[in-house]
């Protein structure tokens, strides 16, 4: 794919519009994309930053989505930008949308506006963890699919199979998270989704793989329902922000070699709790719609949002949802 | 409950039986409790150590269970060391059972042999996370259901809540896990138990809480499935223990000062991982059955072994089973 729109929505985010605007400048600033590949998705921009690009497309749209929304009213609210934004999506006048804004609200706009992809029947969200090789790890569904059946888990497998390609991991090996390693554990949908995946030969699956093996290299792909896999999640980040707090803790009521330890390291720790927590991420991928969705978090700065724009753009590049073999 | 009697799987464990002796041997000497009280299950005690104590009571009882035996297996082992101190257990000859042996066989021994209270229809397992406050937060089910229905929670919450009186937590706050805290997130179950708990004045339901808040002060007990408890605690486990990974990386490409840093922290960084991992902790318990029983890590050691045997001694003299409200 040579050119490439990238949509955003203005609207979406708790610092919208004005966090949106400076990402996006940013981005054009430090060239993640061109103002010809840029879409602003919502009209609340003043002469003032217009000004400052040139060829930039505006498309009009409203602000009307907030974080009460629920994900049926959206799909009523036709001239909000996330509606717009998804619409653009199904008729390809955008390769791929970003927005901060309501996630069951995106969620709801991606699956129904944008709409899902021939042949699959659960769209999921999809990010990438940190491990301890360095390699990504990642865990679908993140979040999306709070009640699932044992087929959808073949709809998450080759969503993180693409997303893995993104990723240039080869072949990579798709485990099913479980509290056991034996065939008999677990519920009847984990058991049930494991036999499925095992009789489909195009995907490298390695069974079933615990919560603690989470950033160890025994497979590449996590897929597990959405419930549980924001649980995990959430766990990840709470577990992070917890340890951080006791050594904080633990600092405090040191002596001079704690204090001193606790300035030496302090870079590392905050490093690594930023690693940890997904909110810090450029962005997630809602993979299985018409085009390339991805979920900015809520909080997102100028600089995340640039960051979710860039990696938006590079998912369309890579042709990202071509290649989710149906 | 004045006089109390404490039975200890002889064959449990990973290092079983040798670490039982070794433990129970400990448990006696820091008088955790009196020879009287003990009931070692299993008789292959040299008579080197049984030299060592006087007034020992000795239940003859086989070594059949291994980490193999399938939870429906135990149930003809009729012989074994488990079966035999559920048995007891059920016939009050003992007030507590504790064992590092299979946990699905200790769980189908405990449901089926020792048998549920009346008016329990799912035991589960209970245990106390570490939290920001010091306060102990109380998890419930922790593994053992990994099929549930919504009515289950309502166990799940009265066994939480007989622990947290264990734990001296006055009117302690229950909490239903879920992935948001507005009334239409997760699945149909959680929803379903949410408006069930509710109901049910004698408790005092908080409403949903998130794995993000896992170690803050916002309920005392978080009631969830056993699938998504097991892979909570595990989650929290790995993430502990990659944390610890990712700063011994950081500590052996780091420079002196940080190198300085990490030696004057280790000791801190040690116990918090320690404190996180819930391997480490002396025993879980399996509540819902006639009984107290305890489940030990498999590779508890004769420490872990004695801290167990603690547990359950004070758990009985507590008389923590008539504290599970029916």
Redesign the interface.
């Known amino acids: 794919m040579n050119s490439v729109k990238i949509g955003i929505d203005l609207y979406g985010g708790d610092n919208a519009p004005s966090s949106v605007v400076e990402g996006a400048l940013f981005a054009l600033k430090n060239k993640f994309l061109s103002p010809e590949e840029l879409v602003i998705v919502g009209n609340e921009i003043s002469k003032e930053d217009l000004d400052k690009i040139s060829n930039l497309q505006i498309v009009p749209a409203k602000n009307l989505v907030s974080n009460e929304t629920?994900p049926t009213e959206v799909l009523k609210m036709k001239e909000s930008s996330m509606y717009v934004g998804c619409e653009m999506l199904k008729n390809n006048e955008l390769n791929a949308f970003v927005s901060a804004g309501n996630t069951g609200a995106l969620l709801s706009s991606g699956t129904f506006v944008a709409g899902r992809l021939p042949g699959i029947k659960r769209p999921a969200l999809v990010l990438a963890l940190?491990s301890?090789s360095n390699k990504p790890k990642i865990l679908v569904d993140a979040?999306a699919n709070?009640?699932v059946k044992a087929e959808h888990f073949y709809d998450f497998a080759r969503e993180g199979i693409a997303y893995a390609k993104f990723l240039n991991l080869e072949n990579p090996r798709v485990g099913i998270?479980n509290?056991g390693s034996e065939d008999?554990?677990?519920?009847?949908i984990?058991r049930e989704a494991s036999n499925l995946l095992k009789e489909e030969k195009k995907f490298n699956y390695v069974g079933y793989v615990?919560?603690?093996?989470?950033?160890?290299d025994t497979c590449d792909i996590i897929v597990t329902d959405?419930?549980?896999g924001?649980?995990?999640?959430?766990?990840?980040?709470?577990?992070?922000?917890?340890?951080l707090?006791?050594?904080k803790e633990?600092?405090k009521k040191?002596g001079l070699?704690?204090k001193?330890?606790?300035?030496?390291?302090r870079g590392?720790?905050k490093s690594?709790v930023n690693?940890?927590d997904y909110r810090s991420y450029g962005g997630t991928f809602f993979l299985g719609v018409n085009g390339v969705l991805v979920k900015a978090h809520g909080s997102s700065d100028a600089e995340a949002i640039a960051n979710a724009l860039y990696v938006a753009y590079r998912a369309a590049k890579f042709d990202l949802i071509e290649k989710i073999e149906i």
């Open positions: 629920k940190p301890k979040g709070a009640e998270l509290i008999e554990k677990g519920n009847s984990v615990e919560a603690r093996e989470l950033f160890d959405g419930f549980t924001n649980n995990v999640l959430k766990t990840m980040e709470g577990t992070a922000y917890f340890i707090h006791e050594l633990t600092i040191g070699f704690t001193l330890g606790a300035l030496f390291l590392s720790l690594l690693k940890i």
